[in-house]
């Protein structure tokens, strides 16, 4: 896997957690975190519970496979925490 630190390759999906200090950090992430899938075209699943911050890459088309396609993204996610 690409060097990612927040995610892990399990069930033919990449699955990342992120923790922030509180509700409006985790839901700000999120906000980024839907620009950039707009911009992938790419969309993971979302799961946010007060703050913590679940995603979910997969790729529908290629059969619920990870692809190069998750792998940027993820990439592109991992980034916004270095902002």
Same mark, same amino acid.
């Given at each position: 896997?690409?060097?990612?630190?927040?995610?892990?390759?399990?069930? @033919?999906?990449?699955?990342? #957690?992120?923790?922030?200090?509180?509700?409006?950090? +985790?839901?700000?992430?999120?906000?980024? $975190?839907?620009?950039?899938?707009?911009?992938?075209?790419?969309?993971?699943?979302?799961?946010?519970?007060? @703050?913590?911050?679940?995603? #979910?890459?997969?790729?529908?088309?290629?059969?619920? +496979?990870?692809?190069?396609?998750?792998? $940027?993204?993820?990439?592109?996610?991992?980034?916004?925490?270095?902002?």
């Amino acid at each position: 896997m690409t060097n990612l630190k927040h995610w892990t390759e399990e069930d @033919n999906a990449l699955h990342g #957690t992120f923790k922030f200090k509180n509700f409006t950090q +985790a839901f700000g992430f999120l906000a980024q $975190v839907a620009i950039l899938q707009e911009k992938h075209n790419h969309h993971a699943e979302i799961k946010n519970m007060y @703050n913590r911050v679940e995603l #979910t890459l997969t790729t529908h088309d290629a059969g619920n +496979a990870v692809t190069e396609k998750d792998h $940027v993204l993820a990439k592109a996610i991992e980034g916004l925490l270095d902002e």
